[in-house]
């Protein structure tokens, strides 16, 4: 099953720069999941968690979400060079997640 989950505008302009629980994607899953017990981090990869437990990203998407999360971060502190800047935008953030099994 896929979740679709909406990073808004509303989240872009509220989100925290470099502040894993206060992102854009951060405050989409607070919404969403209905918790303050989430993370969005990234290395090389992103790293959505809530209540501890680590969301799956598509796999098509995975670069998209990273991208995201640093251009979030440039453009608010106006970093590099302004033609390498994107400004970021909203999108749906697509989490796979496992049906639950009816024990029988």
């Keep these: 099953m896929i979740r679709l989950i909406k990073v808004t505008q509303e989240h872009i302009n509220k989100g925290t720069p470099e502040c894993n629980l206060l992102c854009p994607i951060a405050l989409a899953l607070t919404e969403e999941y209905k918790t303050d ?3 969005a981090d990234y290395f090389h990869v ?3 968690r809530v209540n501890n437990k680590k969301l799956r990203i598509q796999k098509n998407q995975q670069e998209y979400v990273v991208d995201f999360m640093k251009s979030f971060d440039q453009f608010i502190y106006n970093i590099g060079d ?3 800047v994107q400004t970021p ?3 749906t953030l697509r989490i796979v997640e496992r ?3 009816l024990d029988k």
């Design 37 to 39: 017990d989430v993370d």
């Design 89 to 91: 935008t909203p999108f």
């Design 99 to 101: 049906k639950k099994r």
């Design 82 to 84: 302004e033609d390498d």
């Design 46 to 48: 992103a790293d959505l």
